[in-house]
């Protein structure tokens, strides 16, 4: 597989950092980017094991540096490394290790471990300074947390932080004895990276850097439906239709409703996108990576032309929607390469955003949004016409969707290439 | 310009550092970085200016930091930002501040200069811990330094250390209170980035991430010759001709006598690209992102045919080849754009590298390496079945070309859109 060069290294992603510094928030970033590109990514997370070996609720006094509770601790993380590195040798080409692996002689402990076992190892350390995002993360996480199910808020809340004051006391932060790391300080602000080598540590490094804790909306679409739509044609650079202008116009009234602050528009650089943006009355930003998928020698035909003119390409397409290129075009694979800008782009944004895209693209974006398989992308089902609004929870996205007039109903029933999908639940 | 975003604000990116710490080596990869992508850039040498206005050949006891002294140079270090400010005013997006500033108070006069005219300050500041990194600058420095021609070696040396000591007296490091800084520590090894912000912040700090000082040379040759180059036709995927193939087996030959270790081959995904490095018995890498110039729907026409049956087309590209975008295709800007990921991994790889491109493609790597202006791009003259050896040097690289036989002589004679490109030197 190109993405991974002829040099691919399995590679663990060793967290580190206090409990409420965000690390689970970092893992789950990274295990969306990553899989998104294609790597096979799984975390595994010390304190589910933790719940299921030794019971959930534990004091914070389980957290205590002593030699009973240590011994423990010490065999609960390396059962989760086994796992880990059984993974990895069966199938996986990372995994991330959540933990806090506050204590140096631990990570040496792991680094050798996988070291052995042939993987390299990344260190990506969260640290907080600033007071307030610890104390907010701190509140959720007890919210969030089995460990507190049940128990009276402030109780949790107190032994949560009798549980970080366990841990500062013998918490040695990264330094370059680890060798290869990143560090994050106040996600967002400050970034410390010594010795990273090879396609995927500068990669997530890049990532990383974007990161911010900030929450904003994102809205995503397609454009309006075009004239190529209306005759169910792949492709070329047609205008808006009829009703594809009149869904530009639903789309600015219902941002002049709403009224985000300091929203911004992002659009392809062809016209069926730019003009159902062009109602908005918001700074817009026109990117040829939103374009849509290349057809190739397929542009501007219909599905059943290609079906009877070329029937071996919609043979292949049909058998493998996902790595089927388009002769002399693109396939999925090749759109999510060119799309990573785009996330970058997305994650270091502050501001809200409405995306107006095409359906592969908006495909491929909601899939890194919502932490789809890699291979589901091209049976993700954004219909014309509908707004998908996601608001930022904790880890993740929450969605909605809204069918602004003129609503149609699903086109991918136009098209019979569509038919071999698997059925997803809608989300509506 | 989309490039640029919508809210693109001019940027000064000031150097911090002791003499001989890599701070040209830094500013004029950034220049050259930042010029590729189209953004207005030049450098401004405080050194030059001290030269101009003081005279060459300061003793070390000019930089010491006593009252006298500091005046002067406190006069020509505002006297450089003068002029930099201007440019900038005038008609520059980026510029770059080459000095060592390594006093707090200087710093801080330059940021407060550059913010009141409305410019976003980056501190980029380069730190040797390594010794001998250190030394091997100095010796090519105090070489290539106007400072001291004529002088002996190692009294020169001798000087340039004291020199060195005159800083080292109140060098402060960058820290937290200069706001938005990257710092570069044994330039490839540690990287700290505080506060960095926007689009070109991040770009550069991943660019800057992907730095080393160690030298390798790079290759660079287009396909050999495709039955489509035969027939004078753009695009499409063709087969490599009779000729194509000998050109093939002739590559290899060279690298089989020259045997450089660790050597990898680059190819994009086209038949032609990845044919002319099949006999290389080296790793090899296809990457989409090497794939030729887009020819839209002119793609598999003739440049005659083109003239006859899309003139209008003809003569917007002739007009303007820089700019100028095949419909449904690329245009040279879109190509550099997409080759971005490229110029990083090349900057990135230790291990020589052979990139076997196209001619759009292989112009527009050439015209990175060799600090070409962005607009000379589609001008460059990269001819079939010719190797471009690419050596390092301090600063950049030193150019060998062999033709490899069967050598053509120039297929641009053939191309009657070439004919309005201006005339360049021949480097061969």
Redesign the interface.
């Known amino acids: 597989m190109?993405l991974q060069?002829?040099?691919f290294q399995k590679h663990v992603l060793v967290l580190v950092g206090l409990p409420a510094r965000g690390k689970t928030f970092v893992a789950r970033k990274m295990a969306r980017y990553l899989s998104w590109l294609g790597y096979r990514t799984r975390t595994f997370n010390v304190g589910e094991y933790r719940r299921a070996i030794a019971g959930a609720k534990q004091p914070a006094s389980f957290f205590a540096p002593d030699a009973e509770h240590r011994e423990l601790r010490e065999r609960i993380a390396m059962k989760t490394l086994d796992d880990l590195l059984e993974y990895l040798d069966e199938r996986g080409d990372v995994a991330i290790y959540d933990a806090t692996n506050t204590e140096r002689a631990r990570r040496r402990r792991v680094y050798e471990r996988c070291k052995a076992a042939g993987a390299q190892v990344i260190f990506v350390e969260s640290i907080c300074e600033d007071q307030a995002v610890v104390e907010a993360n701190l509140r959720e996480n007890k919210a969030r947390s089995p460990d507190y199910a049940g128990m009276d808020a402030e109780a949790a809340i107190a032994d949560f932080r009798e549980r970080i004051a366990q841990y500062e006391r013998t918490y040695a932060p990264v330094d370059?004895e680890d060798r290869c790391y990143v560090k994050l300080i106040d996600v967002g602000?400050?970034?410390?990276?010594?010795?990273?080598q090879g396609?995927l540590g500068?990669r997530l490094?890049?990532f990383l850097?974007?990161l911010h804790s900030g929450r904003r909306k994102i809205w995503l679409t397609r454009h309006g439906e075009s004239e190529f739509n209306v005759e169910n044609r792949i492709?070329?650079?047609p205008p808006l239709s009829d009703r594809g202008r009149i869904y530009a116009h639903s789309l600015a009234e219902f941002f002049a409703e709403q009224k985000p602050e300091r929203l911004?528009a992002w659009t392809s650089?062809l016209q069926r996108s730019v003009s159902t943006a062009a109602p908005l009355g918001v700074?817009?930003?026109?990117?040829?990576?939103l374009d849509e998928i290349?057809a190739g020698i397929c542009?501007g035909m219909t599905y059943q032309e290609i079906r009877e003119q070329l029937p071996a390409e919609y043979r292949a397409r049909a058998a493998d929607k996902f790595r089927y290129r388009y002769?002399?075009g693109e396939s999925y694979m090749?759109v999510i390469?060119?799309l990573e800008p785009i996330i970058?782009?997305l994650e270091?944004q502050k501001n809200p955003v409405l995306v107006v895209a095409h359906h592969a693209v908006a495909r491929a974006l909601y899939a890194y949004l919502m932490g789809r398989a890699q291979e589901d992308t091209p049976h993700v089902p954004v219909p014309l016409h509908t707004l998908i609004e996601l608001t930022p929870t904790a880890y993740g996205y929450e969605e909605k969707r809204f069918e602004l007039a003129p609503y149609i109903n699903t086109e991918d029933t136009l098209h019979p290439m569509s038919v071999g999908a698997p059925p997803l639940p809608s989300i509506r």
């Open positions: 190109v060069g002829p040099d370059d602000r400050k970034v410390v990276v010594n010795r990273m396609y500068a490094v890049f850097m974007n492709g070329g650079d911004e650089s700074p817009k930003l026109a990117r040829r990576a290349d542009d002769p002399e090749d390469q060119r970058f782009d270091r």
